[in-house]
């Protein structure tokens, strides 16, 4: 039977992220997207946290626990409750840490994980998505070649987060027909970093084109040696990961609209009370719990070791049209209010607009 009741402990850390969220995240969420800057304060109190450091081995200073994608659905939702640019931001690490932890060599884990569990934020990222139109995560068109005793990387791909500081980047490449990740280091020979990219939304969440030039990395950096990784199911936990996201800033969506139509007067009344309006809200309620028992089914078969890849592609596309149609009905009821900057809904609507683009990312 299918439960989806949280457990102490998930309760314990949703709350805490929630109480991260409602004190200190919301407050700043405004400026952050105005100055296209986080606070280095609020990313620090995030990353204390601790919610990557349950997966990394005890022996490399983490808490041994098993990998959970239900929890990582539910965290995910929490943050991007409050802010999206700031989720994404603090899940960086994870786009390299967990296909490490869960794929790569011993002489890998130990030289990368340990800081993901340390007290500073790490410079982990990784460079999975493209920026043609017919790009697909198995097959991406950045091609890696076998010369000798090393790989040559060759393509470009786009909005990698915080690629700029970061001193390790998993690339995702085809190699001879297949998809492969590689590990490249800050200081690799063909990597370039192109200025920093400016998009619709997440504006404060910092993203770079990566380019690949016949960037060589010896054989050691294929991520699990001769035996590889299993790049499928990771696009099933950052597909499931990103539905996390999608909930979450769909549910402060709905908040909003919500209790400013419970406030909005109108001839007389509030106008939640008028029956377009009431419509409006109740389905985009009944569009965030559907969303979310999608993204936390495909959460909990992934747990069982089952073939996620279909279930969490259809959570993942009915997440991004469902958080796309309520952040827009979120404007249509502020009205013109809706359209003003000062109000979170407009932003929500420009972020939500990023899910169909920011394939690979939102591991956890």
């Known amino acids: 039977m299918i439960s989806f009741q949280p457990t102490e402990d998930q309760t314990l850390v949703v709350e805490t992220i929630r109480r991260f969220v409602n004190e ?13 800057q986080l606070p280095a304060n609020l990313v ?8 990557l450091a349950g997966w990394v081995p005890e022996d490399l200073g983490g808490l041994g626990e098993e990998h959970s994608m239900v929890s990582g659905a539910l965290y995910a939702e929490e943050l991007a409750a ?25 002489e890998q884990k130990e030289r990368w994980l340990p800081a993901l569990a340390g007290d500073d934020f790490p410079h982990l990222t990784a460079a999975w998505g493209e920026s043609h139109w017919d790009f697909d995560p198995l097959t991406p068109r950045t091609l890696a070649t076998l010369q000798d005793d090393k790989y040559v990387l060759n393509g470009h791909k786009a909005i990698v987060p915080l690629a700029e500081d970061a001193e390790l980047i998993l690339v995702y490449a085809t190699e001879a027909g297949q998809p492969q990740v590689f590990l490249v280091e800050k200081d690799a020979p063909g990597l370039k970093i192109s200025p920093r990219e400016r998009n619709m939304g997440l504006n404060a969440l910092a993203t770079y084109e990566v380019i690949l030039e016949n960037c060589t990395v010896p054989t050691s950096a294929r991520l699990g040696g001769e035996q590889g990784a299993d790049v499928t199911r990771l696009l099933a936990y950052s597909r499931v990961g990103l539905g996390g996201l999608a909930v979450g800033l769909a549910r402060s969506a709905h908040a909003y609209a919500m209790n400013y139509a419970k406030e909005r007067q109108a001839f007389g009344r509030p106008i939640a009370q008028f029956q377009s309006i009431a419509f409006m809200l109740a389905e985009m309620a ?54 003003i900057r000062e109000h979170p809904v407009e932003g929500f609507l420009r972020n939500a607009r990023s899910f169909v683009l920011i394939n690979g990312l939102g591991m956890i």
Do not use: C
Not at 24 to 29: I, L, M
């Open 286 to 339: 009944w569009e965030v719990d559907a969303a979310r028992l999608m993204v936390l089914e495909a959460a909990w078969n992934l747990d069982r070791g089952h073939d996620g890849l279909s279930q969490s592609a259809l959570a993942k596309i009915y997440s991004d049209e469902m958080a796309l149609m309520v952040a827009d009905r979120s404007v249509q009821i502020l009205g013109g209010h809706g359209y």
């Open 24 to 36: 200190r995240v919301v407050k700043t969420r405004h400026d952050s997207d105005e100055s296209r």
């Open 44 to 51: 620090k109190e995030g990353w204390g946290l601790g919610l």
């Open 82 to 106: 409050g802010d999206l640019s700031l989720a994404l931001h603090l899940l960086t690490p994870a786009l390299a840490g967990l296909p490490i932890a869960l794929y790569g060599t011993a």
